[in-house]
């Protein structure tokens, strides 16, 4: 009965490179959300998604970033041409279903931006 | 507007003293929910509690304790007897429930630091 997952755990990459951030929710967990906590910080909520359905980016930042939850496959969460204030750590969470189910998160992947 | 907030940024305690942290809420939803989450320093998220603004009863696991109170919008965590492995930062955060989605959100956390 596995957790979220989320790899790599640990990303490094240099300024205009691509980051690909995996989530594979919990078994039978069909709700995804992405949160990024920046260095001492609370955690921001990001992106909700269902099943290759976006229903909020409210918290997406509008350029370089984007979501997809496809049918086949874990979620991704990408990051285009990153700059070093994209360092942080993000968090995947799940949920089987919303109205206030609890949420349970991934062990995050730590990115760091050279 | 929602928002959460934690007002005690860090606090430090001597083990086997009881450590309680605040939290502070605020919301237009009359159904909401409110959770407390802890962040050891190998930084993972582990889930403690969730409760509904319909129910108000105070709850107890072990050395851990919640007090929710609706009138003062507070939902405070008492750690009774602390032991140097509660040492971690820990958020309260709120979810909405009349929304689109269940989104949480978060206070800053208290980085609770349990001195041998």
């Known amino acids: 009965n596995a957790g979220v997952m989320q790899n790599p755990r640990h990303l490094v990459r240099r300024r205009g490179q691509e980051a690909r951030l995996r989530c594979s929710p919990m078994k039978g967990h069909s709700h995804v959300y992405w949160y990024r906590q920046l260095p001492e910080e609370g955690l921001k909520f990001m992106v909700y998604?269902?099943?290759?359905?976006?229903?909020?980016e409210s918290g997406m930042p509008k350029e370089r970033f984007s979501a997809e939850f496809p049918k086949e496959g874990p979620s991704i969460l990408r990051i285009q041409q990153v700059v070093r204030g994209d360092s942080a750590a993000y968090f995947c969470a799940s949920s089987r279903d919303r109205v206030g189910e609890t949420q349970y998160f991934g062990p995050g992947t730590r990115l760091l931006v050279l | 507007a929602q928002k959460v907030t934690q007002a005690q940024t860090e606090i430090s305690v001597v083990e086997k003293e009881d450590v309680t942290l605040d939290c502070v809420y605020e919301?237009?939803?009359?159904?909401?929910?409110l959770f407390w989450y802890k962040q050891p320093p190998s930084g993972e998220l582990v889930f403690l509690i969730r409760?509904?603004?319909?129910?108000?009863q105070n709850e107890i696991s072990g050395r851990y304790s919640w007090n929710f109170q609706k009138s003062t919008s507070s939902f405070n965590f008492t750690i009774t007897a602390s032991q140097v492995v509660d040492s971690a930062v820990y958020f309260c955060?709120?979810?909405?429930?009349?929304?689109?989605?269940?989104?949480?959100?978060f206070g800053k956390g208290t980085r609770l630091h349990i001195l041998p």
């Open positions: 919301t237009r939803d009359t159904t909401y929910y």
């Open positions: 955060a709120l979810s909405e429930a009349g929304g689109r989605d269940d989104k949480i959100i």
């Open positions: 998604l269902q099943k290759e359905n976006i229903i909020d």
């Open positions: 409760r509904n603004s319909f129910d108000e």
